[in-house]
């Protein structure tokens, strides 16, 4: 949220929240203005630096603004041991939402930073960039049979994830829960799918 | 007021009840005045996108419709970038003389250090900013097209927490957590069901200062026949007591019919149009065009300050279908879906179809809004024009050898302004 107290002038009268003495609170071509607060339709940016570890500690993930966000644009790199194995401009505007590595360097980014229905819901890139699986919303939304509206309904930032998706015990698959279901992305694959009954790791906290 | 219909359909989730969506009931509206801001010399001037279909359909679902007026341009090179609204909603800075009309600046950036903020507005006042760089540019360039509605909001006193605001799918919902959509068919009661308003928001919103009401008018038909030559539509202005009807046009496209008025081809037995119990206006004050055998639409123009709240007249013309030239004429039945334009003299417009059911076309029964007519722009009754070009706000002194040349123009000026004065109608 994005409100402040400001000082208005409307014509000879200096308002400060409800002090102006105006007569009327409005002015002829400026309208009805008798609050003095804003608000706005404000994003803020993601930090200019976010990682993922994978659960092995062999890898990380980084996100990176090279501009301090003057350019919509975000740079991820995986290191292995500090090194860097490959390294990519990303299509999402201000980077993703959430992403993490698995044991095997597995980079899964997920939705974009601001939240519209993306081109690039789920991203996999593996560790020689051989296996790369991109899925709109769309391909999702479909794998879970479920209205759009639904989905939406119960989404917390973005248009499907409920929270931050995460491996599950055996580090090959990644669960996001999504439109009360399941979403289980297989890393050895890069095959998605939505099983029922869904795995209980995948339900968020609350 | 309908308010009651609104806030029933926002608590029962019925946005999408069946012809909702088609032709929506909307029975207030209120005006914008968008201003355009270019440098000082009248240069690099910014997009100004109102999203205005987007913007209709949000409203839509609180019976409420956004009027357009015509852009207004301000030279400003201090407006170009402004960190807040507040810094672009000064005196004399392009605002409408109307302060019941809505003042949206499209500036070119509105820098923050955190985050991009993509509008601002007062909250129960009247200005809002829009940050056309990062709007337009937002999600590829599909644009964020929910801002403008979203600043609107705020303007009729909707915050992002209040009145039920908070969910993802909600209109006013804060920038960092609303879903924004990437399509008009994102937008409820469609697809993905975004932009939504509670019904507290719906009853807020519907009381602002900033909301007029739609002017009703409605032309019946209902159990007229072809035999009725001057009495087939009933035409009946029953309020909107501020404004008056200054045109109306039937097109029988939709229908596949059109006007037969003489015994001329395509039709060689025809009737003319003709009035019958005008009631608070002349026949003198009606004036038809596009009456001419084979035309699809008619209009009806009125004189100003002719027709309005309380007045009423039947009129007939006949109509033939295309596939049944010189037949018994169009029945009641026939003429469904034909549509009819509603232009009134305080920049509303709409266009309704005739409905099969009521056989009534209801000037807030609304398939369309219809864009601002410019032309009424020099029809005062009810409506204030917005200002025109308005200069940088710390001119720059001019060379003393310009001073002569200025006032040429100046003097230019006023007679062209006084000429115009002069030209206004009754």
């Not at chain 1, 002829?28 to 804003?38: K, L, W």
């Not at chain 1, 993703?96 to 819901?121: C, I, M, T």
């Not at chain 2, 030279?75 to 000064?90: C, F, R, W």
Request: a negative charge.
């Amino acid at each position: 949220m994005r409100a402040r107290a400001v000082a208005v002038l409307i014509g000879s009268c200096l308002i400060v929240d409800s002090d102006c003495v105006a007569s009327s609170g409005s002015v002829a071509g400026a309208g009805p203005v008798s609050a003095a607060t804003v608000e706005g339709d404000f994003v803020p940016f993601p930090p200019a630096r976010r990682q993922a570890v994978s659960p092995n500690g062999r890898y990380t993930l980084l996100v990176v603004s090279r501009d301090e966000w003057r350019s919509k644009r975000a740079t991820a790199q995986l290191l292995e041991a500090g090194r860097i194995i490959w390294e990519r401009e990303l299509p999402q505007e201000h980077g993703p939402r959430y992403f993490l590595v698995g044991n095997d360097g597995q980079a899964v980014l997920f939705d974009e930073w601001a939240n519209v229905k993306s081109r690039h819901a789920i991203m996999l890139i593996d560790s020689r960039r051989k296996l790369e699986r991109v899925y709109p919303f769309d391909a999702v939304a479909a794998i879970l049979e479920t209205p759009v509206r639904a989905i939406v309904e119960r989404a917390k930032g973005g248009w499907w994830l409920e929270g931050p998706p995460s491996l599950d015990a055996t580090h090959q698959v990644v669960l996001a829960a999504t439109a009360g279901r399941c979403l289980v992305l297989d890393l050895r694959t890069g095959d998605i799918s939505a099983p029922r009954p869904w795995p209980p790791s995948c339900r968020q906290p609350g | 007021m309908k308010s009651w219909f609104y806030v029933a359909a926002a608590v029962l989730g019925i946005g999408a009840l069946p012809g909702v969506s088609a032709a929506a009931t909307i029975d207030l509206y209120f005006t914008v005045n968008p201003i355009r801001v270019c440098n000082d010399a009248g240069a690099s001037c910014t997009t100004v996108n109102t999203f205005s279909a987007q913007t209709q359909k949000i409203y839509e679902q609180a019976g409420v419709a956004p009027v357009f007026l015509p852009t207004t341009q301000i030279n400003s090179t201090a407006s170009l970038s402004v960190p807040s609204v507040s810094n672009v909603a000064v005196a004399g800075n392009g605002q409408s003389s109307d302060s019941a009309t809505i003042n949206m600046w499209f500036v070119q950036n509105m820098p923050s250090s955190s985050g991009t903020l993509f509008g601002e507005a007062f909250v129960g006042g009247n200005g809002v900013a829009i940050n056309t760089s990062a709007v337009n540019s937002f999600n590829s360039g599909v644009g964020r097209m929910d801002t403008v509605a979203h600043e609107m909001g705020h303007n009729f006193g909707l915050g992002h927490t209040t009145f039920g605001a908070g969910g993802a799918n909600n209109l006013l919902t804060a920038g960092s957590t609303r879903s924004i959509p990437g399509g008009i068919g994102d937008i409820t009661p469609d697809g993905a069901a975004l932009d939504q308003l509670t019904a507290a928001q719906i009853t807020q919103l519907r009381s602002s200062s900033f909301m007029r009401s739609v002017p009703h008018v409605t032309v019946d038909i209902n159990g007229s026949t072809p035999f009725d030559t001057n009495n087939f539509f009933k035409v009946t202005f029953s309020s909107g007591s501020t404004s008056f009807l200054k045109s109306m046009t039937i097109d029988l496209a939709p229908v596949n019919a059109f006007f037969d008025p003489t015994n001329s081809p395509p039709g060689l037995a025809g009737s003319p149009f003709q009035t019958s119990s005008l009631v608070g206006l002349l026949n003198s004050d009606i004036t038809a065009s596009g009456n001419t055998d084979g035309s699809k639409k008619l209009t009806l123009n009125f004189a100003n300050n002719a027709f309005t709240a309380g007045d009423s007249f039947d009129f007939g013309i006949d109509i033939d279908k295309d596939n049944c030239i010189d037949c018994f004429g169009a029945t009641p039945q026939e003429l469904a879906g034909a549509l009819f334009s509603f232009t009134f003299s305080d920049g509303f417009g709409s266009q309704a179809a005739m409905s099969g059911t009521s056989f009534l076309a209801d000037s807030t029964d609304i398939m369309n809004v219809l864009p601002f007519d410019t032309s009424l722009l020099q029809t005062p009754p009810g409506f204030i024009p917005p200002v025109g070009t308005i200069g940088p706000q710390d001119p720059v002194l001019p060379e003393p050898g310009s001073v002569a040349l200025l006032g040429l123009a100046f003097s230019a000026l006023l007679a062209a302004r006084r000429r115009k004065e002069g030209r206004t109608p009754r």
